[in-house]
């Protein structure tokens, strides 16, 4: 286990909030289609949108986030080989002093498995180097995802969650029962 020096906030936010701070990160820092390693941002911060099926994974030292977007029909996305190999390489840029924590949201349960299977693959890759990380698999609907290293911060956003936030739920309960499976990491914290 890693000495962690520092814990993420993961919070549920409305679709204006979130385009609105988004805008704030441009462009450059936007991990956008066609959701391959080669769209993968290094930054202070970054961010994607509509994951569905997708994997997403931010692999942050609390400075920095390596920040990924993975489309599991994409080609260039089946052997899982060449991603863990862009993992390793990447993750070396990171100040692995203060610890590594992982953040994984997406995928769905499919006949060909290819969108499980991807999730599943980088969830062991990063538990076989000892990366805590938090979980958030099998979501109901699209999501947005962001991160913030001025704040530790990581957003998930998406159109149900703004519905039932006008509800007068909380985002840590909205969360819970939008995805089958939520796991918060020792080191992070839902907010």
């Keep these: 286990m890693q000495n962690i020096s520092f814990k993420s906030k993961i919070r549920a936010v409305d679709s204006d909030t979130f385009y609105l701070l988004t805008k704030k990160i441009g462009e450059k820092n936007f991990v956008k289609y066609p959701w391959t390693i080669k ?90 180097h000892n990366i805590p990380l938090s979980i958030f698999k099998f979501g109901d609907g699209l999501f947005h995802t962001a991160y913030f290293a001025d704040k530790d911060e990581w957003l998930i956003a998406s159109n149900q969650i703004t519905s039932k936030m006008t509800q007068e739920n909380s985002g840590e309960d909205i969360l819970k029962k939008m995805f089958s499976e939520v796991k918060i990491s020792e080191y992070d914290e839902l907010a």
């Design 39 to 128: 769209e993968s941002v290094l930054s202070e911060k970054a961010y994607t949108k509509n994951v569905f099926d997708c994997t997403t994974c931010g692999i942050t030292d609390g400075e920095k986030v390596l920040f990924m977007h993975l489309c599991p029909t994409r080609h260039e996305n089946k052997n899982f080989n060449i991603i863990s190999e862009f993992i390793e390489s990447s993750i070396k840029n990171l100040n692995s002093k203060f610890g590594l924590q992982g953040f994984i949201l997406g995928g769905q349960k499919t006949k060909d498995k290819l969108s499980e299977n991807l999730l599943n693959n980088i969830i062991s890759f990063l538990n076989k």
